[in-house]
């Protein structure tokens, strides 16, 4: 049972003309077993609060913070919240040239689990979960995400979140560019993960689409870098037929 | 006295091909191919002196010989193309030659252990691959002492070369190595330059063609640390028609006064046609302070070519793949480590002798203060 606890929770991003505030006091629990999602209008802020949880370096907290268990994760390094539980599937997953994925895989899972995996065992378990994910074999020896397509990009980060087994994993906008084949096939295996672990999940989507697939438990709706409102699944039918149009008046008044 | 061959005018060819030191003016510094060198410091390169010839230590192969400069069997056509280059053939006494017998095929690699003579040393090798052999050639740069010299590859018909220099001399040290590499009719060139440390390091590789059909590939990586200098001036001189020529430099930076050039001319003559050629550069700056200059010039005197190409870039160390790589649980160092490696995969992974690529990417890595023991 984990439990990921965001207070009040202020970040700037840092640029070279000094900082903009982008998070304006997030508060939020994600707990194991739960899917959670954070519906919101484009840059309001939802990246943001994400990589914030990840520890992207180009932004800074001001004030608030996070807690995993009882852990202060904003003390923590990238890698240190990624060995604590944390996993990011992100919007736009970066190339890294002379890399393999079966080396990157390898690597991570040896990181996070604090030894190397057997060979035999993990080029059979990376098989598995390349098929379940209809991911063409030849990706192993491809470097991670060049020249991959889009939905190529998301299927490989959910590959990760197969093979990483997080406590709590935030998926920011992987329904994005994702045709309805590739979202069906995404989202069984976002399925999957849910039904083997006890993971919480964090959805951060645009759209309601994905959220046919993968069932929420509870939906935030975030303007101007915070939650506006929170309510069960029938709130995500509110947002489809509605927009977002009430809540950004409402904010910008 | 013999008159300098004097070549058709081209902005990227050499104007001179000659034995004569007098044929070459003392460089000033403001001439195009020495714009960017410190020639103060390169001054007794640019005199003749009575240098030791650079030898051969330790075991070797019996392809691999240290003969006379006056021996019959080295290269008689081939002529230097600027002053150090001729300085250092008329005064080198000796010269290695390694002679790939025809249609020998060399399973293992040919190792050549470069042994300075002194705190100054001409240096003079010729690699001869013989029609439809098959061999790998290392050579081993001795990491002491100033050497200026030349390297010559020659490739008879169909042959098979893949030769690797290795450069990772004290940071006291000077080298100006010319490197000409001659590809015969449907023979088939990898030179690989590895340069990983010295003072003043400056290279001229230059790949041409005696006949059509040929390949060539340079692949260079190189390091710079501290205030190093480094220049790689490389010249592809497509003489004839069908060849391929395809040109990777990879260059890692740190330390305040790194400061490294790679220039590429790539010179398509008129007889040329149908030949494909591509060049690349990339520079990674791994700290703040050093200074990449990178110019790839293409010159086509004919517009019937498969393919020209050329690009260039220089880039800070990616924070995006770090954050990538550490938010799936990878330690910061394990990352990095990762990131560099990647950076120098295409050039390191076409050495066929894994222990060697291994090492030497440990030295890289070592020297880049990622990992802390070689
Ligand atoms: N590096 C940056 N420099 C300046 N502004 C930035 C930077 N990164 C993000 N922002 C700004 O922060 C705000 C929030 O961006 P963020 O990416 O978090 O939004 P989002 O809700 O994820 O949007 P989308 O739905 O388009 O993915 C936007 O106004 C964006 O322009
Ligand atoms: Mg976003």
Partial sequence: MSRLTITDLHASVITEDGDTPILRGVSLVVESGTTNAIMGPNGSGKSTLAYVIAGHPKYTVTSGSIDLDGQDVLAMSVDERARAGLFLAMQYPVEIPGVSVSNFLRTSITALKGEAPKLRTWTKDMKEAMADLQMDPGFATRNVNEGFSGGEKKRHEILQLGLMQPKIAVLDETDSGLDVDALKIVSEGVNRFKESSDAGLLLITHYTRILRYIKPDVVHVFVDGRIVATGGPELADVLESDGYETYTAAARA | ?374
């Fill in chain 2, 1 to 374: 006295m013999r008159a300098p061959t004097v070549a058709p005018a081209t902005d990227l060819a050499p104007r001179i091909y000659s034995r004569e030191i007098g044929d070459f003016d003392v460089p000033k510094g403001r001439e195009e191919e020495w714009r960017f060198a410190p020639i103060r410091k390169l001054s007794s390169f640019f005199e003749p002196e009575n240098w030791g010839s650079v030898g051969i230590s330790g075991e070797h192969d019996a392809t691999v010989e240290y003969v006379e400069i006056s021996d019959p069997r080295l290269s008689q056509s081939w002529m230097p193309t600027d002053r150090p280059s001729a300085i250092a053939r008329a005064q080198a006494t000796h010269a290695v030659l390694v002679t790939i017998a025809k249609e020998s095929v060399h399973s293992s690699p040919i190792v050549v252990n470069l042994k300075n003579a002194g705190e100054n040393n001409y240096l003079h090798v010729e690699v001869h691959a013989g029609p439809f052999s098959k061999s790998q050639v290392v050579l081993i740069h001795d990491t002491t002492g100033n050497v200026s010299g030349s390297m010559l590859s020659i490739l008879g018909d169909q042959a098979e070369l893949t030769m690797l220099s290795v450069i990772d001399a004290d940071t006291a040290v000077m080298q100006h190595v010319h490197w000409f590499t001659e590809v015969g009719r449907d023979a088939n060139f990898l030179g690989l330059s590895i340069t990983l440390g010295g003072g003043v390091i400056r290279t001229v590789p230059t790949l041409t063609y005696r006949a059509p059909g040929g390949k060539g590939q340079i692949l260079g990586a190189f390091l710079l640390t501290g205030d190093q200098f480094q220049e790689h001036r490389m010249l592809v001189d497509h003489t004839q028609p069908h060849c391929v020529s395809n040109v990777i430099y990879k260059g890692a930076l740190s330390g305040e006064g790194a400061h490294s050039v790679w220039i590429g001319d790539v010179l398509v003559r008129r007889e040329a046609v149908g030949i494909e050629t591509y060049e690349l550069n990339r520079n990674l700056l791994l700290t703040d302070g050093p200074r990449a200059d990178s110019v790839p010039n293409l010159e086509l005197e004919t517009g019937d070519v498969l393919s020209a190409g050329h690009a260039s870039a220089t880039g800070r160390f990616d924070d995006e793949q770090l954050f990538y790589l550490q938010s799936r649980g990878i330690p910061e160092s394990v990352a990095r480590q990762l990131v560099v490696r990647g950076f120098f995969v295409d050039v390191l992974s076409k050495i066929d002798d894994p222990d060697l690529s291994g090492s030497l990417m440990r030295r890289i890595e070592s020297k880049l203060g990622i990992i802390d023991h070689e």
